[in-house]
Each structure stands twice: as C-alpha cells, then as structure tokens.
C-alpha cells in the first residue's frame, strides 16, 4: 500500500506544470549517479552551489570547478534516465500492476 501510495504522489507531482519526473530505468547498470545523490543549488547572484550526500557524510560544495562537475553530472543523469513523458507512462503502468 505505501508503493501505491508513493507511485499515487509521483503522478501527482508529475502533473505539475513545474515539475519534470524522470526514472532512471533499473536497466542502466552504469549512470552519472551511481556516486551518491547531490543537489545543484542556484542562487539569485547567478552563482551556484551543490550539496553532496554520501553514507554519514554531507557536504556544501561551493568551490566553482567542483559545482560545475556536479551540474555536469546532473545534466547526464538526465540524458540517461527516461524522459518526463515516459517516465509517467512507467509509473502508471507500475501503480497499474499493483
């Protein structure tokens, strides 16, 4: 009942005109995100900051190099993972099959 639950939001949110849901197919062995979740964060001065999480470790990362490698990884993990529209098509068929 909590996946149906949770795949019920993910709909929902996908709805949103300002929000775009993207899956990762389980499929792809190997992605941009395998190394740990981190956030891309910009600020309204135009400049941007990442937040890196990894097992008992958090961290801001605001040297520039380093935020662009993670905007740069963020960018593939969205080439690699399905697109907005097919990502909703995979989430319905799975709330379906529940």
Known sequence: MVLR??????????????????????????HAGLDGS???LKLSD?????HNEVQLTSRLVSEPREVQILEMRYGLIRSQALTPRLSRSFVEKLWGEL
């Open 46 to 50: 135009g400049t941007a900051v990442a």
């Open 5 to 30: 639950r949770q795949l019920e939001h993910l709909l929902e949110v996908s709805a949103l005109r300002h929000v775009e849901v993207q899956v990762m197919p389980t499929e792809t062995e190997e």
């Open 38 to 40: 981190h956030q891309v």
